[in-house]
């Protein structure tokens, strides 16, 4: 890392703000229309925090990714169960995903996103297997560890003050702690990568983003992995 490398912060150019970065307002549009779609075939079931067809479909369930269903890897971080679950997390998304965006550029973004949204549905996998797991806030995790690598010490704080309060309500029933924990690591060495700066980012994204692939594969499969039936 060379000394004239600056710490990531949300951008302050007034511009810049006013601009919706392309990967985090799709993520945003994605949720709240399958949202919208799922309450509507469903005849409002999603509204009482229900999965209705459009998220059963979607959804990260164990049994379906073992035979094959592997979209929802990814798929599930536009299922939300239930309206204030859908809020909170397109809260954070463009509190938190926007500057990211803005600050690194959308490409490295999406890389970013596929690796942490892989990353915790491997953790919920592992640890929730039989689960119905969705939401977003495990990439808003990763998003979180990656920024915590490159920010300044100031933004440091504010995230720490924040993962602390994640790790609060990751003990509640329902949450998925495994989730919010995978996209957390998982979003740590893509930090280091950007840190280093877009040459090394270059080489180390589609490594990092590799092994999600291939660990991912690993918990979506532990009747061979682990000689389990």
Known sequence: MTSDETPLEPSSDPAELRRWPPVCAAIIAGSVGLFVLDAFLSQGATLRMELGPVFQRTALYGPLVQEGEYWRVLTCIFAHGGPIHLFFNMVVAYSLGAPLERSIGSGRFLLVSLATAMGASTFSLLFNFTAPTVGASGMILGWGG???????????????????????ISLLPGVSWAGHLGGLLFGLPMGFALRFGPRVFSLAAPLLLAITMAVVYIAAHPERFRGTP
């Open 146 to 168: 990656a920024m915590f690598v490159t920010s300044g010490q100031e933004f440091r704080r504010s995230l720490l003050l924040w993962f602390a309060q994640v790790a609060v």
